[in-house]
Nanobody, 123 residues
Framework: QLQLVQSGGGLVQSGGSLRLSCAGSGFTLDTYAIAWFRQAPGQDREGLSC????????DYNHSGQGQFTVSRDIAKNTAYLQMDSLKPWDTAVYYC????????????????WGQGTQVTVSS
C-alpha cells in the first residue's frame, strides 16, 4: 500500500523559512514523482513544485519563482519542500502527492496524498 507521511510546518514569522518532509512507503522515489501543493481556505489546490523520478525538478509557482525548492533523499525515501521568504499569503495547508515517474500540476492526476500540514505565516 502506497503511503505518504508529512512532517514539518507550523507557525513562522513573515520572511522566515520552513522545510516540509514527505516520507514515502510502499514505493520508491526513483520510480515515482513527488509534487507539492497547497490549499488556502476558499481557494483551489495550487501546484507548487515537483520532483520527477529521475531527480529533475520543475517549479509551478511562477508568482514566487525560486521561493520553493523541492529535493529528495533516496536513501530515506523522503522528499522535501524548502520554503523561503514566507509571507502571510503563503498561509495554507500544504500537501505532497505521488504518481509514477512524471510530474503534472493537475491535482486530480495524483492518486496518493499525504495527510497535509498547516503552515501559518504571521505578519
Amino acid at each position: 500500500q502506497l503511503q505518504l507521511v508529512q512532517s514539518g510546518g507550523g507557525l513562522v514569522q513573515s520572511g522566515g523559512s520552513l522545510r516540509l518532509s514527505c516520507a514515502g512507503s510502499g514505493f520508491t522515489l526513483d520510480t515515482y514523482a513527488i509534487a507539492w501543493f497547497r490549499q488556502a481556505p476558499g481557494q483551489d489546490r495550487e501546484g507548487l513544485s515537483c520532483i520527477r523520478s529521475d531527480g529533475s525538478a520543475i517549479d509551478y509557482n511562477h508568482s514566487g519563482q525560486g521561493q520553493f525548492t523541492v529535493s529528495r533523499d533516496i536513501a530515506k525515501n523522503t522528499a522535501y519542500l524548502q520554503m523561503d521568504s514566507l509571507k502571510p499569503w503563503d498561509t495554507a495547508v500544504y500537501y505532497c502527492a505521488a504518481r509514477p515517474n512524471f510530474c503534472t500540476p493537475r491535482s486530480p492526476n495524483y492518486d496518493t496524498w499525504g495527510q497535509g500540514t498547516q503552515v501559518t505565516v504571521s505578519s
